[in-house]
């Protein structure tokens, strides 16, 4: 399936989960995923993001869709491209 | 159609984008927001959200659906809640 996340996470968090989200997803903005995931790697993430947050403060919201296809983006300004920051 | 709208604004300029975007949309994280919206009503935000942005700095991404059923939501942790604010 293909997925949106977003968080709004404490400071002291924050650091912890981009490092996760990154092994999962590609990076498109400063608190923003995006990618192609299996059911089983989905569950894994949220465990280990679960593990990080403090859920009575913190805030993460996915949006899922079957197929990439259904769903078409506009980027306004800067998108962050995750391959630069490796290259 | 269903859009799901992130903003990565500079600091000057994020409480007009914000007041901007809560008049055409659910807020539902900090630079997070979502709603059914028409064409012409999402042409005329793009039009004033770019009015507000510095478009090498800043960064607005939209992803659109024809189908508000096609994306399944799951949040962790908190929502916010746009009625909130207003009652």
Same mark, same amino acid.
């Not at 490092?19 to 990076?27: E, F």
């Not at 903005?29 to 894994?44: A, P």
């Not at 593990?51 to 009575?56: G, R």
């Given at each position: 399936?293909?997925?949106?996340?977003?968080?709004?996470?404490?400071?002291?968090?924050?650091?912890?989960?981009?490092?996760?989200?990154?092994?999962?997803?590609?990076?498109?903005?400063?608190?923003?995923?995006?990618?192609?995931?299996?059911?089983? $790697?989905?569950? #894994?993430?949220?465990?280990?993001? /679960?593990?990080?947050?403090?859920?009575? @403060?913190?805030? &993460?919201?996915? =949006? $899922?869709?079957? #197929?990439?296809?259904?769903?078409? /983006?506009?980027?306004?300004?800067?998108? @962050?491209?995750? &391959?630069?920051? =490796?290259?």
């Amino acid at each position: 399936m293909y997925i949106i996340l977003v968080y709004d996470i404490g400071e002291k968090r924050v650091g912890k989960m981009l490092k996760l989200c990154r092994q999962y997803l590609n990076w498109i903005q400063n608190s923003v995923f995006e990618g192609e995931i299996t059911e089983v $790697k989905y569950k #894994e993430l949220l465990i280990k993001a /679960k593990a990080i947050m403090k859920e009575y @403060k913190d805030s &993460l919201i996915v =949006f $899922k869709s079957r #197929e990439e296809k259904w769903l078409e /983006k506009e980027v306004i300004g800067q998108e @962050k491209n995750d &391959l630069d920051t =490796f290259i």
